[in-house]
């Protein structure tokens, strides 16, 4: 097993640079993380905290799909991961919402690339619903939910 740094572009990309051509049947990305920017305009947020959060969602697991090329084997697959805020991004997840969307977006665009006409690679995403972790579990929000499902 290898562990890679996935904010480290440049590391990723020697990685699967070593690797022979075909030799990958499958790659899941699923680095993330909420860089808890809130409501972005109530919270005076700029550019560069929304790049903060398109970093670790969106670019750590774009950096390994790009970088993969033709190591993943013909009729391979990738997996990326998204959440429930594209859809349904609620309130005060704004920054994340929009990362997720960019996901969901580049999958479609990437599965008609690789897959029609491509080398048959699927490209898919998983969008789960709220999962209780530290990046979201602790939340005042992740309470209120936890408290009224429980009540049902």
Known sequence: ATSLDAFDEKAVRSFFADLPEGSIDHLV???GGSA???DLIKNNRTCDDVRRQMNFKF??????????????????????????????????????????AAIETA???MACDQGFDGRKVRINCLSP???LTPVCGYSHWAKQHQAKTAAR
């Open 29 to 31: 990305a699923t680095p």
């Open 36 to 38: 808890k920017c809130g």
């Open 59 to 100: 670019y750590a697991q774009l950096a390994p799909v790009l970088a993969i090329g033709t190591k993943i084997k013909e009729g391979g697959s990738i997996v990326m991961t998204s959440g429930v805020s594209s859809r349904r991004p609620g309130k005060g997840n704004d920054a994340l919402a929009i990362a997720n």
């Open 107 to 109: 999958v479609k665009t």
């Open 129 to 131: 619903g709220m999962t």
